[in-house]
Nanobody
Framework: QVQLVESGGGLVQAGGSLRLSCAAS????????MGWFRQAPGKEREFVAS????????VYANSVKGRFTISRDNAKDTVSLQMNNLKTEDTAVYYC?????????????????????WGQGTQVTVSS
């Protein structure tokens, strides 16, 4: 079994930055892709970004393109989400997720149903 643990959430003013991290532990970790999703109060969970673990290709939601960057720390089995120029609408609980594979299209990576493991989430609050 794989465990995912997020960290790095917090309170930041609009225009500021935060960096989220997701550490994986458990069995040998070799996912096909790692992603970030978020859920704001009263809203459905939505896709934020995903990265194919080995290939390195990335997919972003239009709402975060140019502001968020997903990256991998090879040595630590960790995936990070650098969030810059944060907006109040970015306020949500952010979840890390992993997909075991096999390969998925970019469109499929946008769906939370494609992910097999989930973290508990970390709160990000952006104040105006």
């Amino acid at each position: 079994q794989v465990q995912l643990v997020e960290s790095g959430g917090g309170l930041v003013q609009a225009g500021g930055s935060l960096r989220l991290s997701c550490a994986a532990s458990g069995r040998t970790f070799n996912p096909y892709a790692m992603g970030w999703f978020r859920q704001a109060p009263g809203k459905e969970r939505e896709f934020v970004a995903s990265r194919r673990w080995s290939a390195g290709t990335t997919v972003y939601a239009n709402s975060v393109k140019g502001r968020f960057t997903i990256s991998r720390d090879n040595a630590k089995d960790t995936v990070s989400l650098q969030m810059n120029n944060l907006k109040t609408e970015d306020t949500a609980v952010y979840y890390c997720a992993a997909n075991r594979g096999p390969s998925l299209s970019d469109r499929m990576l946008l769906s939370d149903r494609m992910y097999d493991y989930w973290g508990q989430g970390t709160q990000v609050t952006v104040s105006s």
